[in-house]
């Protein structure tokens, strides 16, 4: 059971919007910033956003995050096919004192 | 443009300790700015933070490894290293190295698989 809960899978057409869900408590995305990872089969992950929604270098303008009170979000516009990979959010738990990781969603492009 | 590479055996056998080390090019380690750490990824699971550490020393751990686990930092060398006592089956995984800056891990090794036999 991950601290930060995230939907197992999502899925959308080529060209449409999917948004992917983290929900937290106060000590964790209620208290500092979340950060969103890429993760395609076989490789391992890349850093997709920091600070809630900042893009770096690299990371296309179709991604975005968003973050409110205990709960973020990742928004992807403009699906492609190259985008099917698994996507995690993490942050800080100030409460536990650890790095904390959601469950992981797995989008697939239809 | 920081690099990061694992390395260690990819057997360890139960109640053994396993030891990693991660070798960082382009980046220095003793740079304030940065934290550097471990995570795994048992397979088909999703990631678990292991520790972290910064080159003066200050380490974090997580608590559900029960005290398993020790992250040293060697900075003539520019690596750093994880030790994890006692290893089960459920060690098995593939390791990460990860750098951390701020709130984000911002550059990740390609991982290293670990399987522990009997």
């Known amino acids: 059971q991950s601290v930060l809960t995230q939907p197992p899978s999502v899925s959308a057409a080529p060209g449409q919007k999917v948004s992917i869900s983290c929900s937290g408590g106060?000590?964790?995305?209620?208290?500092?910033?979340l950060s969103w990872y890429q993760q395609f089969p076989g490789t391992s992950p890349k850093f997709l956003l920091s600070?809630?929604?900042k893009r770096p270098p690299g990371t296309p303008d179709r991604f975005s995050g968003s973050a409110s009170g205990t709960s973020g979000a990742l928004d992807i516009t403009g699906l492609q096919t190259g985008d099917e990979a698994d996507y995690y959010c993490a942050t800080w738990d100030s409460g536990l004192g650890v790095w904390v990781f959601g469950g992981g969603t797995k989008l697939t492009v239809l | 443009q920081a690099q990061l590479q694992e390395s260690g055996p990819g057997l360890v056998k139960v109640s053994q300790t396993l030891s990693l080390t991660c070798s960082v090019s382009g980046a220095s380690i003793t740079s304030d700015n940065y934290r550097w750490s471990w995570v795994r990824q048992a397979p088909g699971k999703g990631l678990e933070w292991i520790a972290n550490i910064h080159y003066m020393g200050t380490t974090f751990y997580n608590p559900s490894l029960r005290g398993r686990s020790t992250i040293s930092v060697e900075t003539s060398n520019n690596h750093f290293s994880l030790k994890l006592d006692s290893v089960t089956a459920a060690d098995t995984a593939i390791y990460y190295c990860?750098?951390?800056?701020?709130?984000?891990?911002?550059?990740w090794g390609q991982g290293t698989t670990v399987t522990v036999s009997s």
């Open positions: 990860v750098r951390l800056y701020r709130y984000t891990m911002d550059v």
């Open positions: 106060s000590s964790n995305i209620g208290s500092n910033f």
């Open positions: 600070d809630n929604n």
